[in-house]
């Protein structure tokens, strides 16, 4: 079965392999567009994200590679059978994730360095891949985006924490972060992610500014970043005892 949808006046395919019937796997490329104008931005305070940095980068730079597909056992099956179906997002979706989220991150107002030798505060590993259903239906497959933010700590005294009690600030940040529904985050790691069903195609646009709406987005966490020098300064050494 052949599938064709518009992309900015082009025709891109949505090609479905079924193999067999009944319990058969299914495999599903997806294949996405691009919306032409960026959503709205979620409501937080403008100034929140000004003196942080961030670093986006597809995550394959951390060495772990990328997996472009999902799998997931069919419904009613063991483990042992090998009857999997497989989501996958085309080859290009995870660097047009990255120019989304870079173009999305810089509408709030973070500053996006544009390579890692500069100086940044957080790396942002951009992930995109299919998620595969456990039923052999093609139209339940989805894709996502999931972005992981990783404190650089080789130069965090530099950085955007520099003059923050670091204790006060993370158990702030925990409580923000649950606030955002942002699951086992801490200030030193945390992610967000964005889901879409792939058929016949999915948004990129909606998909990858989703993922950082669902974090930057979040006022608690907005006004966490503004308020940290502030609320939670260090404090100052105590002066060294005279001679």
Known sequence: MRLFVGRLGSFVSLALSIAGCGHTA????????????????????????????????????????????????????????????????????????????????????????????????????????????????????KAVARLTFSLRTDDAANGFFNGVDLNAAGAAFASAAKDCALLDAEMSTFSASSTQPMNPEFDMMSLAAGAVDNAVGCDQLARFFRDAHTRFPKAPAPPAPSP
């Open 26 to 141: 299914i495999r599903v490329d997806g294949v996405m567009r691009e919306s032409s104008e960026m959503r709205p931005l979620q409501n937080v305070p403008g100034d929140a994200y000004r003196q942080v940095k961030f670093f986006v980068r597809t995550a394959s730079d951390d060495g772990q590679g990328t997996e472009r597909c999902g799998y997931a056992q069919v419904e009613g099956t063991l483990e042992s059978e090998d009857l999997k179906n497989a989501a996958c997002v085309p080859a290009d979706a995870q660097n047009d994730a990255v120019r989304i989220v870079r173009q999305r991150l810089r509408a709030y107002g973070v500053q996006v360095v544009r390579d890692g030798s500069e100086a940044y505060d957080y790396a942002v590993d951009v992930r995109v891949a299919g998620v595969a259903p456990r039923q052999p239906n093609r139209l339940a497959a």
